[in-house]
C-alpha cells in the first residue's frame, strides 16, 4: 500500500479517482440565490405528462393514447429523414460532472472532464494533511469522504431537479457546454445555507408494513402520483391486490403466476421490484425475452428511477457492466436478456456479491422449456437455487402446461386466475360461417365448443372474390380505420403477399385516413431502403412486419401502428412475444406456423393481442381454418397447453458443472451431482433408474470436461482451467471458447491491423447465419477489395487464385468453406463499419436486411464476450483491449456524432437523426430539455414520449455520476488512509 507522508503527499496517478479539475468559480455574491434549491419530489410531478406513448408500457392498464397526445402522435420520422447529416456537426462531449464541493480543489485550476486519470485527492490531502501536521490522518479521510457524497448527491440532485432548474432560468445552466457546467465560475461552496437546502430535501423512508394504509400498496406514497401521472394508474384489479398480500410474497418465498395475455402481470412484478429496491435496500433483476423488449422497460420504468431515486441499469446485447458496479449509496433494477442475466449472476457469485440482489423476476417463464435459450434460463434459476443465498424467484407467464412441476422446480407458491380486464371473444372461421369458441372445464372434445355466429357476407365484386376466397379483407374493413388490426401469418413471404392483398382491397375511407402522417412514415421508410412494395403499402395503412425487415424498420412500422398511422400490420408469430403492439382485432390467417400446426400456446400468445385495457374496449380473435384442417386444429385447442420441459442437454449439462466449479459452489463429484439435481431435468426424475441416468449424466459431464481441459481433477476435487474460467466469464460455451481461443492464436501470428476488417473476422458468428454466397457474386466482391480486404484475405488463404476459382465455379480445396463464408460476412459488417447504408449493404451483399440485423447483433455479443474471454488470459491482453473498442461501435454501426443518442432506450437511427438536426447532440442537451421545447422541435412526438425521452436521458447521466461515485470508494478502500 502505498503511504502518503510530509515528503510525498500525492496519490499515485493509477490509483486518482478520474474527476479532474471539473469546478469553476462564479462570483458568490451573484450565485447563490441562483443555486437550485432541492424542492419535494411531489412538485416535480404536478407537471409530469400522462399516459406513456412511445413505446408503450407492458402495462395492460396504460391508456395508450389520451385526447392530448393523438393529434400529436404519429411516426418516428419526419419527412426527408434521408437528408445527408449536417456537416457542422463534430464530436460530441463526454459528460462532464460539476462538483459543488469547492474547497476539494484548488482556486485556480481550469475544468477538465472526468476521467480516469484525474487527481480529485491531490489538493485535499494537500491541504488537510500537509500544511497542518496536527490534524489526524483518519479525520482527513472522514472529511474527504462526506465532501465526495455531498458532491455527487448535489450532482444526482441537480439532475433530478432540472425541470424546476429549466423554469428558474438558472445562470449555472445556459452553458452550451455540457449538461452540468460549470458551475465552479460561480464560486459556490458548501456554506450553511446551500447544505440546509441540501438536507432538506426528504429521503424515501423504508416501508415495512405493507397493509400500511399510508402506503400505496407497500411503496411510498409518492409512487401513487407516480403511477397515476406516468401509467393513469389509481387503484389495482382485485387479483392484482390479492397477489400482493399472499403469504408467499410477506414471506419471501418463491412464487409463480399464471394468468391470460394482458391480465397486468407485468405491473405486480414492478410493485414487487419497487418494493425491494427502495424498501428493502437490495437490487433486483429482471430477467425478459428479447432486447426490444429489455429497451421498452428501461424506458419505462426510468421515470420513476429519477424521481425514486435508483437506478435502472440495461444488460442486453453489448451493454452492462461486468460485474455490476458496487453501490452503497443508490440500488438497481439490472433489465437483462436470459443470456445476459445469467452472465451478470455468473460476475457476482464469483466476487461473493450475490446477495446484493434481493429478487429476481422472470418473465415468460415457460421460455425454460424452449430449445437454446431455454438451457441458458434453467443454469440461471439453478445456480441461484443451489446458492441458497435469500434471492426470492417470482417467475410469470400465460402458458405453462406443467405448473406443479415447475413449482417444485422452483420451490414455489402457485397463483392461477382467469382474468382479462378487457373481454375477448374467439372466433373460428369455417367456410364462410363465424363460430364462436365458448370455453368449458374440460380436456379434448370437451374442452369447448363451438357456436355458429353469423354468415359472412361482404359486397365484393367477382374480381374480389377470386383474389380472396376467405374474406380477409372484409375481416379487417370491418374494424380499421376506426381501430386496429393484426394478421398473423404462418410465413415471412406471406406476410408480404397478404398485404399486397390487402391494399388492393382497401375502400376509399381507408386511403384517406391520416394521409399525410402515412406520406411522412412511407418517407422515412424510403430513407432506410424500404420496399417500393412496403413505402406504397403503408400509404394506404397496410404494412408487415417480420425477421426480414431491418431493426429501424421494424421500429418504425411499430411507434406508426400505436399511433394509428398504420391500422393492419401483417406480421409473423414471432411479434406476438417479441413486441407489445395491441389491437382491437387479431386475425389468425392459417393454424400453421410455417407447415406445421400452431400450438395452444403459440395460438394464445396471438390471440391475446387482441383487447388491452387502455388502447381498446373489447377484442377479437379470429382463426382462418379449412375444414380439412379443422379436426387437427380442434385436437390442437382442445389438448391443453404444452408442457415446458428441460432442454438441459449434455452440453448445458456441462455447462452448470463448469459454472459450479468455476465459482466455486461445488468442487467435489457428490456437490456437482447435487447441483445438478437442482435442475428442472432432476425434476422430471420420478424413480431411482430416472436418477441413476442423472448420475451417469454427471459422470459423463465430467468426463467430457475434464478431457477437454476445461476442469483439473486432483483427487475428489475438481479445479477449472484457466481456459474453463475465461469461458465462464465470457459467457461463452466451452465449444465456442475453444474455437474463439484458436483463431486468436492463429490471428496473433499474423494479424492485420490495417483497420477493422480482421478483428470484425473474428467477431463474425461461426455458423455464418446459414449463408452461403453465390460465389461468382463473392468474385465481384473480392475484386473490389481495397489493401486492407486484399492483405487480410491473404493472411486467411483466400488469393487470387481461389477467387478465379470462384469465377470459373471450380471447388475450393485449400481453404475451409467456413472461412470464406465468415470472410464474406466479416465484409459487410466492414461496409456497415465505415457506416454504408443499410439497405446498401444488403443489397451489395444480397442478404435479407433482417438477416444483416441478426448478423450485426451476433458479432456484438460476441465482441464483448470476447472482451471478456481474452482479460480472463493473461496472453491475450492486447486482444481484450481490441474488441473492448469493438463493441461498442459495432452496436449501432453510425457515425460518432449518433452512437451517444443511440444509447438511449428505444432511440433508433431516425429518431437520433431527428433529434440531432433539432439541436439535440448529447445525452446531455436532451437532459437538460423540456418537454415544451422537445415537442415543439420534434415532429411527430408526444408529450409522453418526450417525457419519456428525457427521464431516460437523466437516467443515464445519473448512472454514469454514480459510476463515479463507485470508482472514488474503491480509491477511498484502496488508501485505507
Given at each position: ?8 503527499t500525492?496519490?499515485?496517478?493509477r490509483r486518482?479517482l478520474g474527476?479532474g479539475?471539473?469546478?469553476r ?5 451573484n450565485?447563490i440565490?441562483?443555486?437550485?434549491v432541492?424542492?419535494?419530489?411531489t ?6 405528462p400522462?399516459?406513456?406513448?412511445s413505446?408503450p408500457?407492458?402495462c ?5 393514447l389520451?385526447?392530448?397526445s393523438r393529434?400529436n402522435?404519429?411516426?418516428?420520422c ?7 447529416v449536417p456537416e ?6 463526454s ?5 459543488l464541493?469547492?474547497?476539494?480543489f484548488?482556486?485556480?485550476?481550469s475544468v477538465?472532464?472526468?476521467?480516469l486519470?484525474?487527481?480529485l ?6 491541504q ?6 496536527h490534524?489526524d490522518?483518519i ?11 455531498k458532491s455527487?448527491n448535489?450532482?444526482?440532485?441537480s439532475i433530478c431537479d432540472?425541470d424546476?432548474i429549466?423554469?428558474d432560468?438558472s ?6 457546454d455540457s ?7 460561480s464560486?459556490?461552496v458548501?456554506?450553511?445555507k446551500?447544505?440546509?437546502c441540501v438536507?432538506?430535501f426528504?429521503?424515501l423512508?423504508?416501508?415495512q408494513?405493507y ?6 400498496y407497500?411503496l ?7 403511477f397515476?401521472t406516468?401509467?393513469?394508474?389509481e387503484?389495482?384489479?382485485?387479483w392484482?391486490e ?5 403469504d408467499?410474497i410477506?414471506e419471501?418465498r ?7 395475455t394482458?391480465?397486468?402481470k407485468?405491473?405486480v412484478a414492478e ?13 433486483a433483476l ?8 429489455v429497451?421498452?422497460?428501461i424506458w419505462?420504468?426510468?421515470p ?6 435508483f437506478?435502472?441499469e440495461e444488460?442486453?446485447g ?6 455490476p ?10 433489465i ?7 452472465a451478470l449472476v455468473?460476475?457476482?457469485?464469483e466476487?461473493?456479491?450475490l446477495?446484493e440482489?434481493g429478487?429476481?423476476?422472470?418473465d ?5 422449456g424452449?430449445e437454446?435459450?431455454?438451457?441458458s434460463?434453467?443454469?440461471l434459476?439453478?445456480?441461484?437455487l443451489?446458492?441458497d ?10 402458458t ?6 415447475i413449482a417444485?422446480f422452483?420451490?414455489a407458491?402457485v397463483?392461477e386466475?382467469?382474468?382479462r380486464?378487457?373481454e375477448?371473444t374467439e372466433?373460428?372461421?369455417l367456410?364462410d ?7 368449458k372445464d374440460?380436456?379434448g ?8 355466429e353469423?354468415?359472412?357476407?361482404y359486397d365484393?365484386s ?11 379483407g372484409?375481416?379487417?374493413s ?7 388490426c393484426l394478421?398473423f ?5 406471406n406476410?408480404e ?6 391494399c388492393k382491397?382497401q ?5 384517406r385516413?391520416?394521409?399525410?402522417e402515412?406520406l ?5 421508410l424510403?430513407a432506410?431502403?424500404g420496399?417500393?412494395a412496403?413505402?406504397a403499402?403503408?400509404?394506404?395503412g397496410?404494412?408487415?412486419h417480420h425477421?426480414?425487415l431491418a ?8 411507434h406508426?401502428f400505436?399511433?394509428?398511422?398504420v391500422?393492419?400490420?401483417?406480421c ?5 412475444a417479441?413486441?407489445n403492439?395491441p389491437?382491437r382485432?387479431?386475425v389468425?390467417?392459417?393454424?400453421r406456423l ?5 400450438s395452444?400456446a403459440a ?5 391475446g393481442r ?10 377479437e380473435s379470429?382463426?382462418?381454418c ?5 379436426h ?7 389438448g391443453?397447453?404444452q408442457?415446458a420441459r ?5 452440453a448445458?449439462?456441462a455447462?452448470l458443472?463448469?459454472g459450479?466449479?468455476a465459482l ?8 456437482l451431482?447435487r447441483?445438478?439435481?437442482r435442475?428442472l ?6 424413480n431411482?433408474s430416472d436418477d ?5 449424466l ?5 468426463s467430457a470436461?475434464?478431457?477437454s481441459?476445461?476442469?483439473e481433477q486432483?483427487?475428489?476435487?475438481f479445479?477449472?482451467s484457466?481456459?474453463?474460467d475465461?469461458a ?5 460455451s466451452l465449444?465456442?471458447?475453444k474455437q474463439?481461443?484458436e483463431?486468436?492464436?492463429t490471428?496473433?501470428k ?5 483497420g477493422s476488417l ?12 446459414g449463408?452461403?454466397p453465390?460465389y461468382?457474386?463473392y468474385?465481384?466482391v473480392y475484386s ?6 486484399v492483405?487480410?484475405?491473404?493472411v486467411l488463404?483466400i488469393t487470387?487464385v ?5 469465377i470459373t465455379g ?6 475451409p468453406e467456413r472461412v470464406l463464408?465468415?470472410?464474406y460476412?466479416?465484409l459487410?459488417l466492414h461496409?456497415?463499419?465505415?457506416q454504408?447504408p443499410?439497405?446498401?449493404?444488403a443489397?451489395k451483399y444480397v442478404i ?6 441478426s448478423?450485426?447483433s ?5 465482441s ?22 469493438l463493441?461498442p461501435?459495432l452496436q449501432?454501426?453510425?457515425?460518432p ?9 428505444a432511440?433508433?437511427?431516425?429518431r437520433?437523426l ?8 448529447s ?5 437538460k430539455a423540456?418537454?415544451d421545447?422537445?415537442?415543439s422541435s420534434i415532429s411527430h412526438?408526444s ?6 425521452l428525457i427521464?431516460a436521458a437523466?437516467?443515464m447521466?445519473?448512472e ?5 461515485r463507485?470508482?472514488?470508494?474503491e480509491?477511498?478502500e484502496?488508501?485505507k488512509?
Open positions: 500500500m502505498y503511504k502518503l507522508t510530509q515528503e510525498n500525492s496519490t499515485p496517478k486518482r474527476t479539475r471539473v469546478l468559480r462564479y462570483n458568490m455574491e450565485t440565490n441562483d443555486t437550485p432541492h424542492p419535494q419530489i412538485s416535480t410531478l404536478a407537471n409530469t400522462g399516459g406513456c406513448e413505446p408500457l407492458p395492460n392498464q396504460v391508456e395508450y389520451n385526447e392530448s393529434n402522435s404519429s411516426v418516428l419526419s419527412p426527408g429523414i434521408q437528408s445527408p457542422d456537426v463534430h464530436n460530441w462531449e459528460l462532464p460532472v460539476a462538483l464541493n469547492d474547497k476539494v484548488d482556486k485556480h485550476e477538465n472532464e472526468i476521467n486519470s484525474g487527481d485527492f491531490t489538493s485535499k490531502l494537500d488537510n494533511c500537509t500544511d497542518n501536521n490534524v490522518e479525520k482527513c479521510e472522514n472529511n474527504l469522504r462526506e465532501d465526495i457524497e455527487f448535489i450532482v444526482n440532485q432540472i424546476k429549466n423554469k432560468k445562470s449555472l445552466f445556459e452553458t452550451k449538461f452540468l457546467l460549470d458551475i465552479r465560475e464560486g459556490v458548501l456554506d450553511d446551500l447544505t440546509k438536507n432538506e426528504p429521503k423512508k423504508p416501508v408494513n397493509n400500511d394504509v399510508t402506503t400505496f407497500g411510498p406514497m409518492i409512487t401513487k402520483k407516480l397515476k406516468l401509467r393513469n394508474i387503484k389495482f384489479y382485485d392484482q390479492e397477489c400482493l398480500n399472499m408467499a410477506k419471501r418463491n412464487l409463480i403466476y399464471a394468468l391470460p394482458s391480465g397486468g407485468t405491473l410493485v414487487l421490484m419497487l418494493r425491494e429496491v427502495l424498501n428493502r435496500k437490495r437490487n429482471f430477467i425478459l425475452p428479447f432486447v426490444a423488449i429497451q421498452e422497460k419505462s420504468l426510468s420513476f428511477a429519477v424521481q425514486l431515486d437506478l435502472v444488460y442486453a453489448g451493454k452492462g457492466h461486468l460485474p458496479k458496487k453501490r452503497r449509496q443508490k440500488n438497481s433494477i439490472y437483462a436478456t436470459i443470456e445476459k442475466g445469467l455468473r460476475s457476482l457469485l466476487l461473493n456479491r446477495q440482489i429478487l429476481i423476476v422472470v415468460e417463464l415457460h421460455l425454460i424452449e437454446g435459450r431455454g438451457s434460463l434453467e443454469i434459476l439453478s445456480t441461484v443451489f446458492a443465498l435469500d434471492i426470492q424467484i417470482v417467475g410469470m407467464s400465460a405453462i402446461g406443467n405448473l406443479p412441476e417444485r422452483l420451490d407458491d397463483f386466475r382467469q382474468f380486464p378487457v375477448l372466433y373460428v372461421k367456410g360461417v363465424l363460430h364462436r369458441i365458448v370455453w374440460g380436456h372434445e370437451d374442452a369447448f365448443e363451438i357456436v355458429p353469423r354468415t359472412l357476407a365484393y367477382a374480381a374480389a372474390t377470386r383474389l380472396d376466397p376467405d374474406l380477409l372484409g375481416l379487417v370491418e374494424v380499421v380505420p376506426q381501430s386496429s394478421v401469418c404462418p410465413t415471412k413471404r406476410c403477399n397478404v398485404a399486397a392483398l390487402l382491397l375502400r376509399k375511407q381507408m386511403l385516413h391520416r394521409a399525410a402515412r411522412a412514415l412511407s418517407r422515412a424510403a432506410e431502403g420496399d417500393r412496403l413505402c403499402a403503408v400509404r394506404a397496410i404494412a408487415y425477421a426480414g431493426q429501424d424498420e421494424r421500429a418504425l412500422l411499430e406508426a400505436r399511433a394509428g398511422v391500422g393492419v400490420l401483417c409473423t408469430s414471432t411479434l406476438a417479441g413486441v403492439l389491437a382485432r387479431v389468425v390467417r392459417a393454424p410455417a407447415r406445421r400446426m400452431l395452444l395460438y394464445r400468445q396471438m390471440a387482441a383487447g388491452r385495457a387502455g388502447a381498446t374496449d373489447a377484442g379470429i382463426i382462418i379449412a375444414l380439412s384442417d379443422w387437427e386444429l380442434r385436437a390442437v385447442l382442445g391443453g397447453l408442457a428441460s432442454e438441459l442437454t449434455a448445458g449439462a455447462a458443472l463448469l459450479g466449479a466455486r459452489l461445488a468442487t467435489s463429484r457428490p456437490a451431482l447441483l445438478l439435481r435442475t431435468l432432476a425434476h422430471h426424475s420420478c431411482s441413476a441416468e442423472l448420475e451417469t454427471c459422470d459423463e459431464s465430467l470436461l475434464v478431457q481441459g476445461a476442469l486432483k483427487a475428489d476435487r479445479t477449472v484457466s481456459l474453463g475465461a465462464i466469464k465470457g459467457g461463452l465449444e465456442a471458447a474463439l481461443l483463431d486468436l492464436n490471428a496473433s499474423s494479424v492485420v491491423l490495417m480482421h478483428l470484425l473476422y473474428l467477431v463474425t458468428p461461426h455458423d455464418f447465419a449463408i452461403k453465390d461468382r457474386h468474385y465481384t473490389g477489395l481495397d489493401e486492407e480486404g492483405q487480410t484475405a491473404k488463404g487470387e481461389n477467387a478465379m476459382r470462384m471450380k471447388s475450393i480445396t485449400n481453404v463464408c465468415r470472410f460476412l466479416a459487410m461496409d456497415l463499419w465505415k454504408v443499410f439497405h446498401v449493404v443489397e435479407p436486411r433482417g438477416t444483416v440485423q448478423v450485426v451476433s458479432a456484438t455479443a460476441l464483448s464476450s470476447a472482451a471478456r474471454f481474452s482479460a480472463a488470459l493473461q496472453p491475450l491482453w492486447a486482444w481484450a483491449a481490441l474488441f473492448a473498442e463493441c461501435r449501432h454501426c453510425a457515425a456524432q449518433l452512437q451517444r443518442l443511440l444509447q438511449l432506450p432511440v433508433k437511427k431516425a437520433a431527428q433529434l440531432m438536426r433539432a439541436g439535440y447532440k445525452i446531455e442537451d436532451l437532459a423540456s418537454e421545447d422537445l415537442v412526438l408529450r409522453t414520449a418526450a417525457n419519456h427521464s437523466r437516467m447521466l445519473i454514469k455520476v454514480e459510476n463515479l463507485a470508482e472514488a470508494e480509491v477511498m484502496e488508501l488512509l
